[in-house]
């Protein structure tokens, strides 16, 4: 018998992770498609979970979090950006950036709320918000720079925008905002009840001595604003799916009633670790450096390719315009360099408004030099 049923997410499809791994992998292929690490996560953090867990850190751990990791995070703030949290109001960890995504716009977004989000954009933010019957509100911004034109977005607000959603560092442009453009959003929203949730995963992922602007440098964005961030891409253990969220009291209440439904608490062993491990901040402090060489190493090799790019200012991906190649498709470049050339990358279309197609391809470099140098090796032939 088949169970008939109506889709909530009918036009959702698998998504082009799914695929170009799984391209990667049938074609051996080098797979730079899927934004994670060929390297392992430091092994002095395996060994804080293995003894958390051998301590007897195996039920679940309060709701929000164990307070001394929203302590440190809190910490973080203070140190990083002279911002304080209340890690007992204001601060929750979670399973993941994603799941903290999902939660926030859980708790907000009714039916026939706007969400205003800026195109190509993370793949996790639309199906969220069209489950809860809410309209994504696209803007799309132009290559090869992605600059955000304001008056745009000012014409796009009105009293059904719920929320807007950003993203600095950029997943998938590796482009970075600049003081002007969270200005520009904090006189947008000032005096309306628009929240605004702002994806800092890359935080510490940024180059050329560019500063991160958090919106909890902002008090008229940090007074509406959820920060998400992962312990994942921080700390090269993706799999591990950690993170956290913050956002003043009287949001973070909120948040957490539909938390504590949807996964209740996040790993708790882990917590612990993760607790201890955030006392030494040069875990996170180095990874710019880390990163920026990995991209001046790719890059390098790259040189002389016939790929034309703007080095990526923060994230770990960069993007190549493919246009003096061929006038392929990016999706069926994409395949066929998978599959001819055994190289995976993501074509950008899937991430843009009506699936534009401005020939660029996403490339991570989260990557182990010898992974790297092969990845260029074969770039340098197509
Ligand atoms: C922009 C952005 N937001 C959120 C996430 C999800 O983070 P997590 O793996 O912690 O759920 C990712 C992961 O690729 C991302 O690139």
């Known amino acids: 018998m088949h169970i008939q049923f109506n889709s909530k997410l009918p036009s959702i499809e698998m998504t082009i992770f799914t695929i170009m791994s799984k391209l990667a992998k049938d074609n051996n292929a080098v797979n730079l498609s899927q934004g994670f690490p060929d390297f392992d996560t430091d092994p002095k953090l395996i060994e804080l979970v293995s003894r958390a867990m051998k301590n007897g850190f195996n039920q679940y751990s309060p709701m929000q979090g164990i307070m001394e990791l929203r302590e440190r995070i809190a910490e973080k703030f203070d140190a990083l950006y002279n911002s304080t949290y209340n890690p007992d ?14 939660t926030i716009i859980s708790t907000f977004v009714n039916a026939d709320d706007e969400v205003i989000i800026f195109k190509p954009a993370y ?12 309209k994504s509100i696209c ?28 993203n600095t560092p950029h997943n998938p442009c590796g482009t970075v905002w600049s003081k002007e453009d969270m200005l520009a959003l904090e006189s947008l929203v000032r005096n309306t009840n628009i929240i605004v949730l ?26 509406r604003s959820f920060i998400t961030a992962s312990f994942g891409k921080t700390f090269h253990n993706t ?19 539909t938390h ?23 875990h996170y402090l180095d990874l710019s450096s880390f990163y920026q060489n990995k991209r001046d190493f790719f890059l390098k090799a790259i040189e002389s390719s016939r790929f034309k790019f703007i ?7 960069q993007l190549l315009d493919y246009s003096k190649i061929t ?56």
């Open 198 to 223: 702002s994806d800092e995963v890359y935080e510490h992922i940024i180059f050329d001595g560019k500063q991160h602007q958090s919106v909890c440098l902002f008090p008229n964005l940090k007074e």
């Open 327 to 382: 006038e392929e498709g990016d999706v069926e470049f994409a395949i066929r360099l998978a599959k001819e050339s055994k190289i995976a990358s993501i074509p950008i279309s899937v991430f843009n408004v009506d699936k534009l197609d401005t020939k660029t391809l996403r490339f991570c470099f989260a990557k182990k030099n010898e992974t790297l140098e092969k990845a260029a090796a074969i770039l340098n032939q197509i």
């Open 139 to 166: 803007v799309q911004l132009e290559a090869p720079h992605f600059k955000v034109d304001w008056q745009k977005v000012k014409a796009l607000i009105s009293n059904k925008t719920k929320m807007i959603i950003i």
């Open 311 to 317: 080095p990526s200012s923060g994230t770990y991906f």
């Open 123 to 134: 793949d996790c933010y639309e199906p969220a918000i069209e489950l809860h019957k809410g």
């Open 239 to 257: 799999g591990w799916k950690m993170g956290y969220c913050t956002a003043p009291a009287e949001l973070m209440h909120e948040f957490r009633k």
């Open 89 to 102: 109001t204001e601060i929750t960890i979670t399973a993941g950036a994603t799941q903290a995504i999902f």
């Open 260 to 282: 504590q439904f949807n996964v209740f608490c996040a790993n708790h062993p882990i917590q612990i670790a993760l607790a201890e491990y955030l006392r030494a901040p040069q």
